[in-house]
């Protein structure tokens, strides 16, 4: 089993004047130790000895809240009320080292606890949550605990990929071994060879590749496209999804024996709402991420850590560092963001439709043609296609792409156009 210890130095000035913020410090850089230690000291005394590879982290109780990064990790925190949000989230966003989860909710330490326990074994992981919420960071951190640290991490997003080169991607091909094929390729799997592979959205992976997958994660070994004997391959699996797998098992679009290989240790993601304590240090870990790389920082005040609590988060961690680049730009030169500065995303909201398909083409007015496009008939006489035939396959999609000579993906793309259009179909819910 690796054992991972935390290298901190805390001066005696700081633990003695910033007796709970020193904890906090010490709490994180255990929870995840980074490549180098923790310097924790009162600004205006000499540190303690920095090596190469540390982090400096200089406290002081002043009048005027401030955050100041002088050069590569080393920052200095001047807070005012100890017992506000904004000087504990501070700690943790400085503390935790860049790549790593930055967390403060119970719930969520609880979870890097476990992810904790389960990065030490080789059993493949399956994380789930809904998008945006983390899940490749948390991937990193489970590869970055685990005894294969120093292999190669390699993500990659099944929706992403084009469907007709996806098994190319992930298992290699020989030169030659089609059309464009002008050079080899080791592939995705051959490239974590000694490390972590995280498949995300792994819903999205066209049902035949399935079966391949389920035998280079039963045999151990890939097959090139075009190659006649297997290649050995050492790759932890991480499977991440941001659809309900059961679901997707039950109506045929997931292999039942892919999700019971993959699904061996469940990691469950809660959206942001459902973590608020966590919501401060990433607003902070958000301005050190994108302020600039040396000088003062903006402070977040607290009216503006309040407005923040108080989002719902539909578009979770992504959406607040949206909203965290803007107020970065609007307090430019203030060296605080206030809540005027905190403005949130406008989500676009589909407009209903009662009935249950779609009203049939009407016959365009002499003086409407020249502004009706032809693209938007063609999209609604798509539309109507999709659903007639949806309809007609009692809301089964896999028989639906079938039926029409699309991919499930394409279908599945299709259906969330419409969706978003506000226009019902068959199976609408599932």
């Not at 009048?63 to 501070?90: F, N, S």
């Not at 020989?174 to 799997?189: M, N, P, R, V, Y």
Request: with cysteine; net charge neutral; hydrophobic share 45%.
């Amino acid at each position: 089993m690796t054992n991972f210890q935390a290298d901190i130095r805390i001066d005696p000035a700081a633990e003695k004047n910033h007796p709970l913020l020193v904890g906090i410090a010490a709490d994180v850089a255990h929870a995840m130790p980074g490549k180098g230690g923790l310097v924790v000291a009162h600004a205006g005394d000499a540190p303690p000895a920095r090596r190469h590879g540390d982090r400096v982290l200089l406290l002081q109780n002043a009048g005027c809240p401030a955050l100041l990064r002088e050069g590569t990790g080393r920052i200095t925190i001047r807070y005012d009320d100890v017992r506000g949000q904004g000087a504990a989230a501070a700690v943790v966003a400085a503390v935790t080292p860049a790549g790593m989860p930055v967390c403060a909710d119970a719930g969520s330490a609880a979870l890097l606890a476990l992810a904790a326990r389960v990065a030490t074994s080789e059993i493949p992981v399956l994380i789930d949550g809904p998008t945006g919420t983390g899940k490749e960071v948390l991937a990193r951190f489970i590869h970055n605990r685990s005894p294969r640290r120093t292999g190669p991490f390699v993500a990659i997003n099944c929706a992403a990929m084009p469907e007709a080169m996806l098994e190319a991607l992930l298992f290699g091909h020989l030169k030659g071994a089609f059309t464009g094929a002008a050079a080899a390729s080791e592939g995705f799997f051959r490239a974590a060879d000694g490390g972590t592979l995280l498949l995300d959205e792994i819903a999205e992976m066209p049902i035949g590749l399935q079966a391949k997958l389920l035998r280079v994660l039963q045999e151990g070994e890939v097959v090139p496209i075009g190659a006649t004997s297997p290649v050995k391959v050492d790759v932890r699996i991480i499977a991440a999804a941001n659809r309900d797998l059961p679901t997707e098992v039950a109506e045929g679009r997931l292999r039942a024996d892919l999700f019971y290989r993959l699904n061996v240790f469940p990691l469950s993601l809660a959206a942001l709402r459902e973590r608020r304590d966590d919501i401060a240090p990433l607003a902070f870990a958000m301005v050190l991420r994108h302020g600039p790389p040396s000088g003062p920082l903006p402070w977040i005040a607290e009216a503006a850590l309040d407005k923040l609590q108080e989002h719902a988060w539909p578009g979770n961690i992504r959406e607040l560092e949206n909203v965290l680049r803007r107020a970065l730009l609007l307090a430019d030169g203030t060296g605080k963001i206030e809540a005027e500065h905190i403005t949130f995303d406008k989500v676009a909201l589909a407009v209903p439709v009662m009935e249950h398909d779609i009203a049939p083409l009407e016959t365009p007015q002499p003086e409407r043609q020249n502004v009706r496009k032809l693209a938007s008939i063609v999209r609604q006489s798509e539309a109507q296609a999709i659903i007639r035939t949806l309809d007609e396959c009692g809301g089964h999609r896999i028989d639906t792409a079938r039926r029409l000579g699309i991919s499930e993906r394409t279908l599945r793309y299709r259906l969330a156009d419409i969706r978003d259009a506000g226009l019902a179909f068959a199976g609408a819910a599932r």
